[in-house]
């Protein structure tokens, strides 16, 4: 069964430095999300991406985070500047079409720990 | 306002006891849709059940059904015959329409602990 598979699982990184979460969407899938859940809480939305462009994104997508699709299989989530707080796990998924019934795939997550 | 209200922080059951996690919402939009996702302790989450603000009968899948109640906003999740692998975090989640469906809004969560 196809999946949506994430790279690295875990990742640490000091305070300050960029990092950039990798993720590889089901193939004919065509809209890719980011979602973050801080330990303990509820996952949250960050951005949606459609024809190599943000088609949506939430409040906490702020100027530090940028989404690429570099090439026909990545889709990648930079954080600049990290902060202690951006600790979390980071959820990419895909979806084929756009619409109420749409299940989105999510990946297995990285999580990320700022030190 | 919450968009997604999951009042049950834990809940704890015995094996093969049927559950039912708590969901209700708040939309204006006539249409749109309820998921529940399981997230294990491994982390992942996985799509258990879908359930469309149009759909006339409550879905079914395998163990999992969904108590749909449109006119209280409420979208439980049944689970029957609980085993000890249903352990995990359960969370509920709506993509409305009027916003181009393109975000699952989540509740809180609920933590179910199956005990044998």
């Known amino acids: 069964e196809p999946e949506v598979t994430q790279t690295p699982s875990h990742q640490v990184t000091q305070m300050g430095q960029e990092v950039i979460l990798r993720c590889v969407p089901i193939?004919?899938?065509?809209?890719f999300y980011w979602y973050r859940q801080i330990l303990g809480q509820k996952v949250e939305f960050l951005v949606s991406?459609?024809?190599?462009?943000?088609?949506?994104k939430s409040e906490i997508f702020d100027d530090q985070f940028s989404v690429e699709r570099p090439d026909g299989s990545n889709f990648t989530l930079k954080i600049r500047s990290t902060k202690l707080e951006d600790s979390a796990m980071y959820f990419c998924a895909s979806s084929e079409v756009l619409g109420i019934n749409t299940e989105a795939f999510f990946g297995q997550g990285t999580r990320l720990t700022v030190v | 306002a919450q968009k997604i209200t999951q009042t049950q922080p834990g809940m704890f059951v015995q094996e093969k006891e049927a559950v039912t996690l708590d969901c209700t919402y708040d939309?204006?939009?006539?249409?749109?849709?309820l998921f529940w996702y399981k997230q294990p302790s491994s982390g992942e989450m996985i799509f258990l059940i879908y359930?469309?603000?149009?759909?006339?009968q409550n879905a079914t899948e395998g163990r999992y059904s969904l108590n749909f109640q449109k006119a209280r906003k409420s979208a439980n999740l049944v689970i029957s015959a609980s085993q000890l692998g249903d352990s995990a975090m359960y969370f509920c989640a709506m993509r409305e329409d009027y916003q181009g469906a393109q975000k699952l809004v989540f509740g809180q969560g609920t933590r179910l602990t199956i005990n044998p």
């Open positions: 359930q469309g603000s149009y759909d006339q």
């Open positions: 939309t204006s939009d006539p249409s749109y849709g």
């Open positions: 193939s004919n899938h065509l809209y």
């Open positions: 991406f459609y024809n190599n462009e943000i088609s949506e």
